[in-house]
């Protein structure tokens, strides 16, 4: 195997503004983490493209907000894969993992068109922001509505009194021969035309048909060119909107990297009593695998008399 080349993939969120006022944009472009998270070792197709949408949808709505701390993405349903997460830190560090029935999957059971229902099945979509202790946890819950990740986020945001806001979302199926494991988002929000009491503005606009024209731009990106290498953000950017014009920002970086430590499952196993833990020993030990990076950690007797120990 030679040399992946990801072209422009390198993990990273892109701000733009088109230049129709009160329009702001967001590409994200994941190709290195969607390897280390939903590479084709770890998942079948099916499930490793749905977890690719969901990190890459993930990324591109938290780098609209403003927090410090962890923001947490979510599908729960009742099909085969019952669970697909993602967090993103304010500091770029994203990791995810999805949870899956092998058997039911196997087996395909649930007939149902797209993804999002044969998979996920009926539930629901989570966003959190937890920007740690003494403050307001922000919460989102909304139905999962759609055949699609992507559907689904615009359910959401119709149904909410949010920004109005317009999403594309792909993932490459990395299973197919030539295929690197990659996923894009592009996201258009319209601006709320708030001006101080009075004043006109000239730069805010309220245009419905400029909205219109900018999702129908948007619409008509392919999957394929959200993907290509060989197409770099600028090129994509004013192939769609070059008619408006558009202004590029500073690319943010993102990358993988788990929050999991030593500390952190010694912290949790000792919120249990030790003879609950003792009695989950197997060959005389306690094995804890992290579910986002499946890294595992092993402890026995007499390491679990010191963790007690000092308690
Ligand atoms: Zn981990």
Redesign the pocket.
């Known amino acids: 195997m030679g040399v992946v080349d990801y072209g422009p993939f390198g993990d990273y969120v892109l701000p733009f503004q088109i230049e129709t006022p009160g329009i702001r944009g967001r590409l994200v472009r994941l190709g290195p983490a969607v390897e280390a998270i939903a590479g084709p070792d770890r998942y079948p197709p099916a499930v490793a493209i749905i977890l690719a949408e969901t990190l890459a949808m993930g990324a591109v709505l938290a780098s609209g907000l403003k927090y410090d701390g962890i923001f947490t993405l979510q599908l729960q349903g009742d099909g085969p894969v019952d669970m697909v997460m993602m967090d993103l830190r304010s500091n770029g560090d994203m990791?995810g993992y999805a949870r899956f029935d092998a058997d039911r999957l196997a087996a395909g059971s649930i007939v149902a068109s797209g993804p999002v229902p044969r998979l996920i099945g009926a539930g629901q979509m989570l966003f959190t922001v937890d920007q740690g202790p003494n403050t307001e946890r922000y919460q989102g819950v909304t139905p999962l509505e759609g055949a699609t990740v992507g559907e689904c986020a615009h359910a959401y945001f119709h149904h909410s009194e949010q920004v109005q806001t317009a999403i594309c979302l792909a993932a490459a199926d990395a299973s197919l021969p030539q295929e690197r494991p990659r996923a894009a988002a592009l996201m258009l929000q319209r601006l709320p035309a708030a001006a101080p009491e009075g004043v006109i503005d000239p730069f805010l606009s309220d245009s419905d048909d400029d909205w219109r024209r900018a999702v129908a731009l948007l619409s008509s990106v392919s999957p394929a060119e959200l993907l290509s290498a060989d197409l770099d953000d600028e090129r994509l950017l004013f192939q769609l909107f070059h008619e408006d014009g558009v202004r590029i920002y500073r690319q943010r970086p993102l990358r993988h990297r788990?929050?999991?430590s030593q500390h952190q499952v010694e912290v949790t196993l000792r919120a249990f009593p030790k003879a609950e833990i003792e009695a989950l020993m197997v060959d005389g030990r306690i094995t804890v695998t992290?579910e986002?990076?499946?890294?595992t950690y092993a402890f026995d007797a007499p390491a679990l008399d010191r963790l007690y120990a000092t308690r």
């Open positions: 990791r788990c929050r999991c992290c986002f990076c499946k890294l």
